[in-house]
């Protein structure tokens, strides 16, 4: 089994910065795929950042110059660095982990292939 819980969301005003926070702990997986997604009201769900285990990421095109995904593997923990943030950027932000491959690099238009999720956190920017 394995548990994701999310942290860091918060109200910031536009061009401010957090981070956000993914606690994993049960199962590890020796190579895993993990990734960050959003959704806001009204809207459907997006893929914002994936790493895998050998490091590679991809971002969406909404975000890239902005994000960055990473992982501290001692402490089980990914993040996502958040920077000059903007309004259309307020959403429930989830994390998502599974046993990584080469689909991976592919998942953020395919979020159904990770079937571990946590709660979310809420990020709320305003202009």
């Known amino acids: 089994q394995v548990h994701l819980v999310e942290s860091g969301g918060g109200s910031v005003q536009a061009g401010g910065s957090l981070r956000l926070s993914c606690a994993r702990s049960?199962?590890?997986?020796?190579?895993?795929?993990m990734a960050w997604f959003r959704q806001a009201p009204g809207k459907e769900r997006e893929g914002v950042a994936v790493i895998d285990s050998d490091g590679s990421t991809v971002y969406a095109d909404s975000v890239k110059g902005r994000f960055t995904i990473s992982v501290d593997n001692a402490k089980n923990i990914l993040y996502l660095e958040m920077n000059n943030l903007k309004p259309e950027d307020t959403a429930m932000y989830y994390c998502?982990?599974?046993?990584?491959?080469?689909?991976?690099?592919?998942?953020?238009?395919?979020?159904?292939?990770?079937?571990?999720w946590g709660q979310g956190t809420q990020v709320t920017v305003a202009s």
């Open positions: 998502a982990a599974d046993y990584g491959g080469g689909y991976c690099t592919t998942v953020l238009a395919y979020p159904n292939a990770l079937n571990h």
């Open positions: 049960g199962y590890a997986f020796s190579i895993y795929c």
